[in-house]
């Protein structure tokens, strides 16, 4: 079950992602009709988008008892992004390729920890995350051999 989250907090959430969303809208309009935007306009717009996408990676989590590996996870994306963003706007060829680089391994850890199942979200039936397993223990029983076999006992 979804927290409920304040009316502030989900304008908050919701304004970032219209931006966001917004700035990417522009940047594909520069790549369809590029003599209708300055030449230089192109890095910047590209930049702005990827930075808000970091927010946006870290703006659900603000405001509420995240757990540590949720807060992980979300800065594992979000310096990805930042790094990718930082690639946009370089000068120097040689430091972009590497802020690229991590950029990519970010993102490929990213990939992976979603693909592995982690961090477990308590709740969530597609997770990995599974309660401990409350067994009655009898006299005749010990846990490793006791199996639990779903029937409800009358």
Known sequence: MRPTRSPLRRGLTAG????????????????????LFRTDLHGRL???ALVLSAFGCLLPHLGRSARPLEWAKALIAAFAFLFWAANQI??????????????????????????????????????????PERRPWS????????????????
């Open 16 to 35: 970032a992602a219209s931006l966001t969303l917004l700035s990417v809208l522009v940047l594909l309009a520069s790549d369809a009709a590029p003599t």
């Open 46 to 48: 590209a930049t702005l």
């Open 90 to 131: 370089c000068l120097n060829q040689t430091t972009a390729t590497v802020l690229n680089d991590i950029a990519i391994a970010l993102f490929a850890l990213d990939v992976f920890l979603v693909v592995a199942g982690w961090p477990p979200v308590p709740g969530d039936a597609s997770s990995s995350y599974r309660e």
């Open 139 to 154: 006299k005749s029983s010990t846990p490793m051999t006791m199996r639990h076999s779903g029937a409800p006992k009358r």
